[in-house]
Each structure stands twice: as structure tokens, then as C-alpha cells.
């Protein structure tokens, strides 16, 4: 093991403080380089807390410039402090007040972690260890205080000051050109939820009035210039406060609400108890500026950060190992507002489709755990799919399960009897069982064992007795530091799809729990068998998506065209239509794209071809619909000897020839998704334009005047969704007005950095030769800048993870590239290094030559002379063995 390797964390060793924190008074005194931090903290023993038992503080980097206990100050063998840990050897018994005085640099803040500087203003980030970047504390989940924070700084440099809570008092300093301002905050919380922010910001302010007529104060702060891009943020803001009103019955607590958006953020936003800082890309939107994915990520994300305030603050976890019990909470809670804001259908496929390409690959490769972890050695890194979307899933699975009413019920009491708590998963299960009364033991394994199940499903029709058999069995692969897995209970939505397309009812059924329409697996093999069935039906399992787990089912492909065409469960016919193209993706990869059985192509062809003709479907149905599984999602299915170029030509060849066969009615359809009239980010337009751009680039595949539509579909576009669609499909087909189109999009946005984004991100994913010089060339562009997450995440993540070809040249120059790059970046940012890193988490499962070039960076990258414990955590699990 390297010596600056971080120790591991284990779940089973968890222990609380030895003192509790009562309340805490911040004082920062703030400049640039040196700001002076005080914190008067009141400790109090805990009952089996022996008298003298040292005190000891997490710190980090930190600098102690003063240290004093009930008054006086400490002699200096009464302690010991390093920038990482504050002891103090045998406090007095009883409660005391501790005052710590550190000096801190803010401005020499690259990590992005602690207090920074973003554009001129000071803001924190705490989560998951930043606060003991700002004074030593008990800087863990279960020490929760009252905190109370004053903030002075320089009037000219920081006219705005802010902290969670309510505002208590402002004023200037007499004789000085500083001013003040004192925050509190009566909500007991953990350290990283704190948040400050100070500098010169432009505030846009509305009100909401909460379920019992409370009167909330909601501000949105931005850099200047950009208060005209706030409107859609503070009405998703004031949507989401109702919703949760409605939909989980809680109610916003504090006088006021703030959000500050800023422009160098690791992530995409943070909770802060009443003052949440966000990434500027999910706060910051025009018509011009922002996609419709971008409105809906701004919608989600708002959303996601303002539901934690119960769901994370008001209960907040136990420990880092709990995560999922806020994240997965919280992650499921935005996807129903938004399901309910939009179209529930298409969001489900959305989110499947992101559980998919993200969560699925984390699980199936050397970079997998459990929802809940039992050990981390850099918690960082488990801010991940698999804790967030699969942690999602397994809350959808319990509403699945119990059904709305037991759910809410569920949930109630989870809010009533956990208000002010630091919880655990098992607290969380335990009111499903007290509430529903269920058994709740085998379903939380699901918590503790990584991998994604599969079940194997067979089927038998007997015509004589009209039984219906179904023989489904369950298996989990193994994962690092997991063989053996147990089986779970799993709910499966289903049907019976019956000759004329409607679901069959049958007399009983046996083998198994049935609730409603949903069967409740729990054991390693069952067989169901339903009696009374009026015909021979066509199985439609895991409806919505039930659960995350893979389906095997050697249904025939007629069957697969039939639910295409039939099914009830509008997710269920998108997935029959993947299933349709998967097959013949993986079997054009596998023997060669000519290997691609006509007849299947021709069927997948008539699928489109009718849906997209569909008025009766929504647009971004249609839109998803007629998506191919993407280079990623066939790999993912692949599994082993990956080779992407071999994906990329047979992938090509099927869209190819939907497009040949299809023409007519893509034609017809892209010309009736024109829209008349001002732009709407609302889901019927935006599934429009999703469908017109889906069109599009089927209509440039094979035809020759497609240089002239998509240039068309540029300049005429009024919004930045059309724009960027038609630049995609200019840049991506290679064609010959491309560059001149990429000069215009610099010329018209030069002056907008997260416009410039785009930019830089439809260069990255260009699917061809010269990709990884254009990237190299682009790092050196005036607009770029490598201290800047979201310029990184543009165009190096975007290559790394969207441009599966050139990413993984044969040559392994797209590794080499990636590895040299994380090893710079570490320097500055470990943690957005770690995560770019991440990038290589498929490696095994790549075809020889490029598993050894991959292999080979990745070691370059394990031996660099220093690395940060956020790489080196990453770097030693994808290298790990099994
Ligand atoms: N809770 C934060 C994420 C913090 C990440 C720390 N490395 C945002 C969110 O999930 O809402
Ligand atoms: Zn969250």
C-alpha cells in the first residue's frame, strides 16, 4: 500500500462521539488569502463518556492560530494539533466551550472543497468532509448542532452576505469599510450541511406561501448579468415546494430559502439547510442559452436539492455508509415530481435508460458495491449511480410492493418518528414493516449485495386446461468481495397480453405471491402457474421497469413484434422495440452487419416506421422510441471481448437501413413537428423538438440533400435545442458545412461559457478520426480552462464516456491521453480527477488488445509518484483482481 494511502472506513465499526455538540458560533473574518475563522463550540459528554476522555477534532489542511476552553486559553501541552486532527488531551468534565482560531486561504482552494473562491465570491462545500477544511470539528453525519454564523467581509467585495437559516442582523463596522451580517440557523444539523456565501451577486426574489399560510422569502443570487436567467428556476422551485406539500405532505420550515448559483462547483448542486448552492448550468437558463434537457435538468435538480430538506436535512444519516438513504430517497422523490410534471411514461424510459448506461456498467465491473458499502477508503468516490439511481430503484421497488396507499403511509411514518434524527437504512425499513406490516428482512438485501440480478425466465402454454406457466429464476453475479449472493424479494409488474392486445385475466395462480398486478419473487426458482386463462398470451414482464435487474427470456421474435405493437404498458413496448434492435445490434457485432437476419431488420424497420407515423403517441415518446440502443447500451449487452468499432459499424448499418426504409414517413413526421409561435420549454414542445431531432439525424443518414435540411435546421432554429441538435448532426456526419456552422455557434455565444460547453462537447463525441487531436487542440483554446469542472466535464469527460470509438482507439492513445490528463488534474482537483478516471470502469471487459493498453494506462497512473487518496482509491479498484 502506497503511505499516503487513506485507511479504510468499515460500516461495522461505527462508534458515536464521545462529546455531543450543542451549538456552534462562527465568526469569519474574510479575505482572499488569509480568512480568520472562529468557532465557539459548546461540547457536552456523552452519559458513558469516562471523565477525561480526550476530545478529538477532524481537521484538514487546516492552520490553528489560537485555541482557548471556557475562556482561557490552552497550555500548550494540553493539546495537539496537526492540520489534520485537533486533540484536546483531558478536557474538563462536564459540558465546555471550546474556541478554535484557524487561518485559511481561500483563494488557494483548487479542490473546490471547504470555502473557495468561484468568480470573485466565497462559497462553501462541505459535503461529504469539506467543514474540517474551515475548523477542526466533529466533522461526521451524527454530531448535529445549532449553528449560528456571523460573516464580515470588505463592502466592495462582498455586498452580499449569506449562511443557512434566518437572517438575525447586518450592519457596517463603525471606522471601517467592512460590514457584517449574523445568520441562524434553529434546526439542529450535521457540518456539511453549513453553507456561506459572500461576495457581489445580483438577487432575483419571489415568495411562496407554505400549506399552513406561512409567508417563505425565496431568493435566487447569480453573478451579474445573469438575473434574466432565473425565471425557470424559481418557478421550478415554487412547483416543487407544493408538490411536496401534496404528493408527501411536507411543508418548507425557515423564513427564507436561497439559492446561489456559481460557476466552479464539483457537482451539480448541494442541500445547505436553507441555502443551497448550485452549478450555474442548473440554475442559469434562457431560450437561447439552454436545451430542453437543460430545462428539465434545472427542473429535477431544484427539485432534487429542495426535497432534501426533509429527506437529508430534517433526516439526515447516521453515517457516510447510509447515503443511499438520502440520495436514493431524494433521487426517487425528483423523478416522481417529475413524472408528474411531465410525462410519466417518457420519464420512466429516461430514467431507465440513465440506470442503464450508468448504474449497470458501474455494477457489472471492478468498480461495483452495494447500495449501502460496508467500507470506503475515500467517500468521495461513493457518490455514485448505483447509490443514487439503483438506491432510487430499490425505494420504487417498496412502492411497487405495498402499493400507494402503504407507501405514503410508510413514509409518514418515517418523517413523524425520524424528525431531527441521524438515521439508518434499517430505521428506514423498519417503517415500511411497522407501517405496512411486512416482512421487511429478505427486501433489504437488496441494500447490501452489489451486482445486477437477472432473471431467467421460461414459459409454457398448455391449450387443454388454459394454464399458464411461468418458471422464473433469480441469480446475482459475483461482485469484488461478494461470490455467494442470496435471493431478494423482487416485484415484478406483468401482464398477460391476450390475442387482441388486452391483458387476460386468469382464475388463480399458484407458486408464488401475487399482489394485484405484481408478483413478489423471493425465492432462487419459482413456477407460476395461472389457471383460467382464456388463450395463449404473450407474456409482458417487469412492466415500468419494477425493478433493476436484466430479463432473459427467449421470447420469439413474433411475440417481441406483438408487444412492440400491443402492449398496455407503454414501457414495456419501448423495451420490446430495444429488445428487437439489441438483438440484431449484438448479432451484427458479433458475426458482422451483413450476419443481421433481413426479415428482423425489415420488422424493426415497420415498428418505426408506424410509430413514428403514430399521432396518437406523444412526440418524445415517438422520439425514444425511435432511438437505437447506443454504442454504450451494446457493449453493456456484449459484455466480454468488447470492440467498439465492430458496435459503431453494425450500429450504423441498422440505422442505415431504418432510415432507407423508413424515409417516407420520417420525412413527413420531421415536417409536422414544426412548431409555430414562441418558444416553451413545456413537455408537449420539447418532446416536438426531440422528436424533430431524432428525425433529422435519420433523415441525414442516407440522404444526399441532408447537408442542406440540417443547415436549414440550424439557421432557422429560435432556440438553443434546435440549434444544438442540427450542429450534432452536422459535426457528427463530418459533413462539409460542419466547421462553418461550429464558427457561427463560437461567434453567437462566445461571451457564455456554459453555451461554449456544447461547443466544446459536440467536438468531443464527434464519432471519427482526428477526434482526440480536436480535443487536445480545444484544451489549449482560449475558452477552455482546466481549473474549471464544467470545461472539464465538456470535453474531456465527454470524450472519455461519450465517444466510445475514439476513446478506445486500438492504438490506446485515447487511454494514454485520459491517464496523463487525471494525473495533471489531480494536482488541483482530486475529486473531479477521480471521477474522470472512473471513465475506465468497463476496461475488463474489452477485447484483448485494448484490455492491455487500458491496463497499461491505468497502471501509469496506480505508479505516479504522488497521487490523492480520491485516484488512488479509484485506480486500485479498477486494477483489483475479480
Ligand atoms: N448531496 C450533494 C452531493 C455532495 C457530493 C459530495 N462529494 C448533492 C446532492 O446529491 O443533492
Ligand atoms: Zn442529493
Redesign the pocket.
Known amino acids: 500500500m502506497r503511505p499516503d494511502a487513506a485507511q479504510p472506513v468499515r460500516l461495522e465499526d461505527y462508534l458515536p462521539t464521545a462529546y455531543a455538540i450543542e451549538t456552534v458560533h462562527l465568526d469569519f473574518r474574510l479575505t482572499a488569502n488569509a480568512t480568520r475563522v472562529i468557532a465557539r463550540t459548546c461540547f457536552a459528554p456523552r452519559e458513558s463518556t469516562a471523565p477525561g476522555t480526550p476530545l478529538v477534532l477532524d481537521g484538514d489542511e487546516l492552520t490553528l492560530t489560537g485555541l482557548s476552553l471556557n475562556g482561557a486559553a490552552l497550555a500548550g501541552d494540553a493539546f495537539e494539533a496537526t492540520p489534520g486532527k485537533l486533540v484536546v488531551h483531558a478536557p474538563p468534565a462536564g459540558g465546555f466551550t471550546l474556541e478554535v482560531t484557524t487561518q485559511i486561504d481561500p483563494e488557494a482552494n483548487t479542490k473546490l472543497m471547504g470555502l473557495f473562491r468561484s468568480n470573485g465570491a466565497y462559497c462553501t462545500q462541505c459535503?461529504?468532509e469539506g467543514f474540517r477544511r474551515i475548523t477542526y470539528f466533529h466533522d461526521r453525519p451524527d454530531v448535529l448542532a445549532v449553528y449560528t454564523t456571523r460573516l464580515e467581509a470588505r463592502k466592495s467585495d462582498a455586498p452580499v452576505l449569506l449562511a443557512n437559516g434566518n437572517p438575525v442582523s447586518s450592519g457596517d463596522i463603525d471606522g471601517t469599510d467592512r460590514h457584517f451580517a449574523v445568520w441562524h440557523d434553529p434546526f439542529p444539523k450535521p457540518a456539511y450541511l453549513f453553507a456561506m456565501v459572500a461576495g457581489d451577486l445580483a438577487c432575483v426574489s419571489d415568495t411562496f406561501t407554505t400549506m399552513s399560510g406561512r409567508a417563505v422569502d425565496l431568493r435566487i443570487y447569480v453573478e451579474h448579468g445573469n438575473e434574466d436567467r432565473c425565471d425557470y428556476a424559481m418557478d421550478a422551485l415554487k412547483r416543487s415546494m407544493r408538490w411536496d406539500e401534496t404528493a408527501f405532505g411536507r411543508e418548507y420550515d425557515l423564513d427564507i430559502f436561497v439559492i446561489v448559483a456559481v460557476s466552479d462547483f464539483?457537482?451539480?448542486?448541494?442541500?445547505n439547510k436553507g441555502l443551497n448552492i448550485f452549478n450555474d448550468k442548473y440554475v442559469l437558463a434562457n431560450p437561447q442559452t439552454a436545451t430542453d434537457q437543460d430545462y428539465a435538468h434545472i427542473e429535477g435538480i431544484i427539485a432534487?436539492?429542495y426535497f432534501?430538506n426533509w429527506t437529508?436535512n430534517r433526516i439526515t444519516c447516521r453515517d457516510w455508509f447510509q447515503l443511499c438513504l438520502k440520495?436514493g430517497l431524494?433521487v426517487f422523490r425528483d423523478q416522481e415530481f417529475s413524472a408528474d410534471q411531465r410525462s410519466a411514461p417518457v420519464k420512466r424510459i429516461a430514467d431507465v435508460r440513465l440506470l442503464k448506461s450508468h448504474q449497470f456498467p458501474e455494477d457489472a465491473g471492478p468498480l461495483a458495491h452495494p447500495v449501502r458499502p460496508k467500507i470506503y477508503h475515500q467517500i468521495?468516490n461513493f457518490?455514485t449511480a448505483t447509490v443514487?439511481e439503483k438506491g432510487a430503484e430499490l425505494v420504487r421497488m417498496l412502492k411497487t410492493w405495498l402499493g400507494e396507499a402503504d407507501f405514503r403511509k410508510s413514509m409518514d411514518l418515517y418523517f413523524e418518528r425520524h424528525d431531527g434524527d441521524a438515521a439508518t437504512i434499517e430505521d428506514f425499513l423498519a417503517c415500511f414493516r411497522d407501517a405496512a406490516g411486512i416482512d421487511i428482512s429478505q427486501f433489504s438485501l437488496w441494500y447490501d449485495q452489489a451486482g445486477t440480478p437477472a432473471l431467467k425466465v421460461g414459459d409454457r402454454w398448455d391449450e387443454a386446461t388454459g394454464t399458464y406457466t411461468l418458471d422464473i429464476e433469480q441469480s446475482c453475479p459475483p461482485t469484488p468481495g461478494q461470490d455467494a449472493k442470496l435471493p431478494m424479494t423482487i416485484p415484478i409488474r406483468f401482464g398477460l397480453v391476450g390475442p387482441n392486445g388486452h391483458d387476460l385475466a386468469w382464475q388463480s395462480v399458484s407458486g408464488g405471491e401475487v399482489r394485484g398486478d405484481v408478483i413478489v419473487l423471493t425465492d432462487k426458482t419459482q413456477r407460476l402457474s395461472f389457471t383460467g386463462v382464456g388463450a395463449r398470451p404473450v407474456p409482458s414482464l417487469l412492466r415500468g421497469f419494477s425493478a433493476p435487474v436484466t430479463l432473459n427470456h427467449d421470447l420469439p421474435h413474433a411475440d417481441r413484434v406483438f408487444l412492440a405493437r400491443h402492449d398496455g404498458d407503454t414501457f414495456n413496448r419501448w423495451q420490446a422495440v430495444q429488445t428487437i434492435a439489441m438483438e440484431l445490434l449484438t448479432v451484427g457485432t458479433r458475426a458482422g452487419k451483413a450476419a443481421m437476419p433481413s426479415v428482423d431488420v425489415a420488422d424493426l424497420a415497420a415498428l418505426m416506421d408506424e410509430i413514428a407515423a403514430d399521432t396518437g403517441l406523444e412526440p418524445a415518446y415517438r422520439a425514444l422510441v425511435l432511438q437505437l440502443p447506443g454504442d454504450a447500451d451494446v457493449a453493456r449487452e456484449i459484455a466480454t471481448d468488447v470492440d467498439p468499432d465492430a458496435i459503431a459499424s453494425a450500429r450504423k448499418a441498422l440505422a442505415s437501413a431504418v432510415a432507407r426504409a423508413c424515409a417516407a414517413t420520417f420525412e413527413r413526421a420531421y415536417a409536422e413537428q414544426a412548431i409555430d409561435g414562441p418558444y416553451s420549454p413545456d413537455a408537449a414542445h420539447a418532446g416536438r423538438r426531440a422528436l424533430s431531432a431524432v428525425l433529422l439525424d435519420y433523415l441525414a443518414e442516407n440522404d444526399a440533400a441532408h447537408s442542406a435540411r440540417s443547415m436549414n435546421h440550424y439557421e432557422t432554429a429560435d432556440n438553443m435545442t434546435d440549434r444544438l441538435a442540427a450542429l450534432k448532426v452536422l459535426v457528427h456526419r463530418g459533413d462539409s458545412k460542419a466547421d462553418a456552422a461550429l464558427e457561427d455557434f463560437f461567434q453567437r455565444h462566445s461571451d457564455n461559457a456554459l453555451v461554449l460547453d456544447k461547443w466544446f462537447t459536440v467536438q468531443a463525441t464527434a464519432p471519427f478520426d482526428g477526434a482526440l487531436d480536436r480535443v487536445k487542440t480545444l484544451m489549449r483554446h482560449p475558452a477552455f480552462s482546466f481549473t474549471n469542472p464544467n470545461r472539464v466535464r465538456a470535453l474531456i469527460s465527454a470524450f472519455a464516456t461519450g465517444n466510445q470509438t475514439q476513446f478506445n482507439r486500438a492504438d490506446g492513445a485515447g487511454y494514454d491521453f485520459l491517464a496523463a490528463t487525471v494525473l495533471e488534474l489531480d494536482k488541483r482537483n482530486p475529486?473531479v480527477a477521480a471521477r474522470l478516471l472512473s471513465a475506465f470502469r468497463s476496461w475488463r471487459a474489452l477485447e484483448l488488445n485494448r484490455r492491455g493498453k487500458a491496463e497499461a494506462a491505468l497502471r501509469r497512473v496506480e505508479n505516479a509518484e504522488t497521487l490523492s487518496s480520491d485516484v488512488q482509491d479509484i485506480v486500485a479498484r479498477s486494477l483489483q483482481q475479480g
Open positions: 459535503e461529504a464539483n457537482m451539480g448542486a448541494m442541500e432534487h436539492e432534501h437529508g440520495e431524494t468521495n457518490y443514487y475529486q
